[in-house]
């Protein structure tokens, strides 16, 4: 009953609507089709503006036990590709190349799901730490190296330099957006960063728009996938958030902080991570990996995995 209750306020939060509306209108064909740079456009303000939105609190992680939360983040974010990859190639009957792109997305994170994250807990009441958009730009780079190391041991991958896969933009975004927010913090024009975030919710509710429909275009490939990929969408992101819920009780997180933790653990990447390990595997299959976590894990995580989450928490946080 409570899950229900919560599911229900979820999906009455902005992004949830606009989401939805997107994925109804492109489905009964009211969606134009030529909106892509205005997507892309979307697409790096909002990253630009994650990194204005953590960038404050650059300064103020200063409980040593954030630290290491942050540090065995980002060790599973590097391992976790590794595992996947194994479990893709045995049971999945997946080349090497579109195995190692669907094992470095899962292994990553979602912005878009993490701003769901807080726009639901924005509704909640429930208070959270923003300085975990930190985290969230960090846990980013695991996966591409784990992707880059992968490659070395393909015959048919183009061995790609670090700073190359590093420097794409849905990274370096966040990443001077951090830096940027961070020195108007220390040199007191905030208030500035504070007018440009104005902006963001409404940004954020079209481009989630365009996204819905991108999910209902990306469901017609749906059926060429075989079961054990479609559950491993599933299952994947439920394995995130188990240790997620887990590492959040043994750090004694407070609950919203908890449930954003737990979310970038469960979620998967569609758009730093397989663009970046496209320049290391060219032959990986797009209509395998890009459906996979954009018109299954996402939707899961947003609709049902927010509310999921934050009621298993509550039971045993508190």
Do not use: W
């Not at 792109?101 to 994250?117: I, K």
């Not at 491993?232 to 188990?242: V, Y």
């Not at 954009?294 to 989450?309: E, M, T």
């Amino acid at each position: 009953m409570i899950f229900l209750q919560l599911f229900k306020e979820n999906l009455m939060t902005l992004p949830m609507f606009a989401f939805a509306t997107g994925t109804i209108s492109s489905r009964f064909g009211f969606f134009p089709t030529d909106l892509n740079r205005i997507k892309t456009l979307l697409s790096a303000v909002l990253l630009f503006g994650i990194g204005l939105k953590g960038g404050a609190f650059l300064g103020t992680l200063q409980q040593p036990k954030f630290y290491m939360l942050g540090l065995i983040l980002l060790i599973i974010g590097f391992l976790q590709p590794f595992f996947s990859f194994s479990l893709l190639k045995r049971f999945a009957n997946l080349d090497k190349q579109t195995a190692a792109v669907v094992a470095a997305s899962f292994g990553s994170v979602s912005v878009m799901t993490y701003l769901a994250g807080t726009f639901f807990l924005d509704k909640m009441g429930v208070s959270y730490d923003s300085s975990t958009a930190v985290i969230l730009a960090l846990m980013e780079l695991p996966a591409i190296f784990a992707a880059l190391i992968m490659s070395r041991y393909d015959d048919h991958s183009e061995p790609v330099a670090i700073h190359k896969a590093l420097m794409h933009p849905s990274i370096a975004l966040i990443v001077l957006g951090l830096f940027i927010s961070y020195l108007a913090k220390a040199c007191g024009f905030y208030s500035l960063v504070e007018s440009l975030l104005v902006l963001f919710k409404p940004l954020l509710a079209i481009f989630l728009f365009m996204l819905g429909a991108n999910v209902a275009n990306e469901a017609k490939d749906l059926k060429s996938l075989n079961p054990f990929l479609m559950g491993f969408a599933i299952i994947s992101p439920l394995f995130g958030a188990m240790l997620g819920v887990s590492l959040s009780s043994l750090f004694s997180l407070e609950l919203g902080t908890a449930l954003l933790i737990t979310l970038l653990l469960a979620s998967g990447s569609y758009i730093a991570v397989p663009a970046a390990a496209r320049l290391a595997f060219p032959r990986a299959k797009e209509a395998i990996y890009l459906p996979l976590s954009l018109a299954i894990a996402f939707p899961f995580n947003v609709l049902i995995g927010v509310p999921l989450y934050y009621t298993i928490l509550s039971k045993i946080l508190g």
